[in-house]
């Protein structure tokens, strides 16, 4: 957060930080902002959330090893070579639908990402590159 001059930041684990307060996640901070958001909004919470597109997330893990994960990296990175590479490789298919695949900092695994605007699309895209990265390590 420090190096980009974030404004807020996000875990997986749903740890949120608030750039302008602190660096770390503060779950007292976050429900701070939320309250804020709904006295200045005079919604309840069930309003604020219809408030928001449809988003549907997943994730999957494979086991496998470090040189493994680089192979992967490396051949979808050659089927998509315009995409986000910072952090394993993110493909962006559309403003709704992504698939991110990534080493893991902890364990000898692999960890798939999706994100899309329905269900189907999102089981569609798991399966998809689950067998694909199978399919790599099948080699």
Known sequence: MLTEDALIGFEENGGFMFG?????????????????????????????????????????????????????????????????????????????NWVMVRPSGTEPIIRIYAESDSEKNLEALMKEYTQKIKSFLDR
């Open 20 to 96: 302008k307060h602190n660096h770390v996640r503060d779950g007292g901070m976050t429900l701070a902002l939320f309250l804020e958001l709904l006295a200045s909004s005079n919604k309840s919470i069930s309003e604020e959330l219809e408030t928001l597109p449809p988003s549907f997330t997943t994730k999957d893990k494979i086991l496998c090893k470090k040189e493994d994960v680089d192979i992967i990296i490396s051949e979808l990175s050659e089927q998509f070579p315009n995409a986000d590479t910072t952090d394993g490789i993110k493909i962006v298919f559309d403003k709704k």
